[in-house]
C-alpha cells in the first residue's frame, strides 16, 4: 500500500512561496514604519502619506517580481528614498551616503551589457543640472537633488533614468503650484524635490 504525504511537495512549494512573500513584506513594513519613526519626535504621530505610499509600493513590487531580487532591490531603493523624502522635507538636507548607497545598490544583480546605458543615462541626467548650476545657482537644484538624481539614472539607465526626472519634475511643478496657490504663497520659493523625484524612480522601476 502507496502512504501519501499528508502535503504535496506542490502545496509545500506554494506555502513556502506565501511564506516567503509575508516574510518580505514584514520586514519591508517593520523597516518603513522604524524610518518614520525616526523621522518624527516622540509625541508626534508619524507621516503617515509616505510611509502608505511605500506600502504601496512595496506591494506592487511584490505582486509585479514576487519574492524575487527585483523585488529586494526595489524595495531597499524604496526605503532609501523614503529615507532621503522624510529629511528632505524635515530639514532640507540629505546626506550624500544616500546617493552612494544608491550606485552601490545598481551594481546588485549588475548586467555588464547594461553599462553603457547606465553611464549615458547618468551623463545625461547630471551635465545639464551641473551647466545650470554654474550659469544661473539660483534656479538650480540642489546639491542632494542634482545626486540623487544623478545615481538614480544611473540605476535605471538612459531611458528609464530621464524619465524618472521629467515625472518627478513634472510632480514637483504641478504640484506645488497647486500648493503655493491655495496657500497663497510664493510661487518662487523653493521646495524639497527629493520627495518628487523618489515617485518618479519607483515608477520608473516598476515599468
Not at 511537495?9 to 509575508?22: C, R
Not at 511643478?173 to 519607483?202: C, T
Request: aromatic share 10%; hydrophobic share 60%; proline share 4%.
Amino acid at each position: 500500500m502507496t502512504i501519501r504525504p499528508f502535503v504535496s511537495l506542490g502545496t509545500a512549494g506554494l506555502w513556502i512561496t506565501i511564506a516567503a512573500h509575508i516574510i518580505l513584506f514584514g520586514i519591508f513594513f517593520l523597516s518603513a514604519w522604524i524610518l518614520c519613526k525616526k523621522a518624527v519626535k516622540e509625541k508626534e504621530s508619524i507621516p503617515y502619506l509616505p510611509f502608505c505610499l511605500s506600502m504601496a509600493v512595496g506591494l506592487i513590487l511584490l505582486l509585479v517580481f514576487g519574492a524575487t531580487l527585483t523585488t529586494v532591490k526595489g524595495m531597499i531603493l524604496a526605503l532609501l528614498l523614503l529615507y532621503a523624502s522624510l529629511s528632505d522635507l524635515k530639514t532640507r538636507r540629505v546626506s550624500d551616503c544616500v546617493s552612494i548607497m544608491i550606485f552601490i545598490l545598481s551594481l546588485v544583480g549588475f548586467e555588464a551589457e547594461n553599462l553603457p546605458s547606465m553611464l549615458i543615462g547618468a551623463m545625461i541626467v547630471f551635465i545639464p543640472q551641473f551647466a545650470l548650476a554654474i550659469i544661473r545657482p539660483s534656479r538650480a537644484c540642489g546639491g542632494a537633488d542634482l545626486k540623487i538624481s544623478t545615481a538614480l539614472a544611473f540605476m535605471l539607465g538612459a531611458g528609464k533614468g530621464v524619465f524618472a526626472l521629467i515625472v518627478g519634475m513634472l510632480l514637483a511643478v504641478i504640484v506645488m503650484a497647486i500648493y503655493n496657490k491655495v496657500n497663497a504663497k510664493d510661487q518662487k520659493e523653493a521646495f524639497p524635490l527629493v520627495p518628487f523625484l523618489s515617485v518618479g524612480a519607483m515608477i520608473a522601476y516598476l515599468l
